[in-house]
């Protein structure tokens, strides 16, 4: 990056269109947009919107959901984050104790609001449970103890300790009441995604009406057989206004599955990595914050110890989850880009879902890619280096 009269300079080949540009930043957004012509431009590196991740538990050893979490904690791990290409992101509160959903919460908002850098990384929270499924299978990794039907009065309770951070809330439409607890977060601007869930199918299809519009890791943290049909993947799949999520890391998903996804939602496919704190860690058993003991392979598949069968959320990064796609020939990469940047963006109504567009924010990655590994050589929030290689 180069500076003229203030401006910034980024240079760059546009990550769908292939072309050499010259991107002028100007108070933390684009300003100007030029081709570049010369011999030299195509040694450049590919340069594309910051990646959005809707759902990340934490990253690093640096866990949102283990207690006390610290300032330092979350600044660390956004750090970490920049250095994966991802400048937004909603860290993910599970299921856990009234008391310790809370103080997560409101460590998260008071960290934002003390320390700019990490503020502007955060989007908002993501509350994963309490009010999810009892049952086994569907509930995933989840503490049973904890798991509770929706109650509005203990929501708000935990939206004031988080400054009205809480963006998005997973929930499982089964319980009675639901489709008006939905109603009330919509009306605060609050995305409803419905996950982790043993709902009928007339209970997704209510809660879709009351204005849920978001599957959480669409194919995950569900019963490990189902009915042939009907049953809640096939009815959240055919619902027109439900964004599906997906982790596709390799063991989350099959391929089949995945494509059928793609195919079904098109730009309302997003890509989530999922990832918990022991990613980035060597392999070996560890413990969690919920009292299960889980196994991270030397392939990168973490599971609970008990059962191999049942995973416990991912270790890889959405540049992972890029690969995969790319290399199972499921999209392109400028289609996987945009399922991790543009797409997840739109949902959440944020200005960088314009991507390179004039007057979008200057939250960009420059990457090299040889068709089988990523690397990222410099990532910008609001025009500022905040990584490079």
């Not at 002028?24 to 959005?52: A, F």
């Not at 027109?240 to 730009?267: M, N, Q, R, T």
């Not at 030397?298 to 609970?304: A, F, Q, T």
């Amino acid at each position: 990056m180069s500076k003229e009269n203030g401006s910034s300079i980024i240079e760059g080949i546009h990550f769908e269109t292939r072309e050499a540009l010259r991107i002028t930043v100007e108070e933390g957004r684009i300003h100007r947009i030029e081709p570049i012509y010369s011999d030299q431009s195509s040694l450049l590196p590919v340069i594309g919107p910051g990646w959005v991740d809707l759902q990340i538990n934490g990253y690093g050893g640096y866990d949102f959901n283990t207690l006390p979490l610290t300032a330092e904690m979350l600044v660390k791990a956004t750090t970490l984050l920049w250095s994966e290409g991802v400048t937004t992101y909603y860290p993910t509160v599970i299921t856990n104790s009234d008391e310790a959903i809370k103080e997560a919460v409101s460590v998260i908002a008071k960290t934002c609001f003390e320390h700019r850098a990490v503020g502007d990384s955060i989007a908002g929270i993501h509350l994963e449970g309490p009010f999810i499924s009892p049952e086994d299978g569907a509930r995933g990794a989840h503490h049973k103890d904890y798991v509770k039907a929706p109650d509005w009065s203990l929501f708000e309770e935990w939206q004031e300790a988080a400054g009205g951070r809480i963006q998005i809330i997973t929930l499982s439409p089964e319980w009675p009441g639901a489709a008006h607890f939905i109603e009330k977060c919509v009306q605060q601007g609050i995305t409803v995604s419905i996950g982790h869930t043993s709902a009928a199918p007339e209970q997704i299809r209510e809660a879709v009406a009351a204005g849920a519009s978001m599957s959480t890791h669409l194919g995950n943290g569900a019963h490990l057989q189902l009915p042939r049909h009907p049953n809640y993947i096939w009815e959240q799949l055919a619902q027109d206004g439900l964004w599906s999520c997906v982790i596709a890391d390799g063991f989350h998903l099959p391929e089949s599955v995945l494509k059928v996804v793609l195919k079904v939602k098109g730009k309302k496919a997003v890509l989530v990595s999922d990832a918990v704190s022991i990613g980035g860690l060597s392999p070996g058993e560890y413990d969690t914050h919920i009292g299960s003991k889980v196994v991270l392979t030397p392939e990168g598949k973490l599971h609970l110890a008990d059962n191999p069968n049942m995973l416990a959320g991912s270790v890889q990064m959405l540049s992972h989850g890029i690969k995969h796609l790319v290399r199972s020939g499921l999209c392109s990469l400028p289609e996987a880009w945009k399922m991790a940047s543009i797409h997840p963006a739109g949902l959440m109504k944020l200005p960088v879902e314009h991507g390179l567009a004039l007057g979008a924010p200057a939250d960009l990655i420059l990457l090299d890619w040889n068709g089988d590994a990523i690397q990222i050589v410099k990532t910008y929030k609001k025009g500022a280096i905040v990584f490079e290689i």
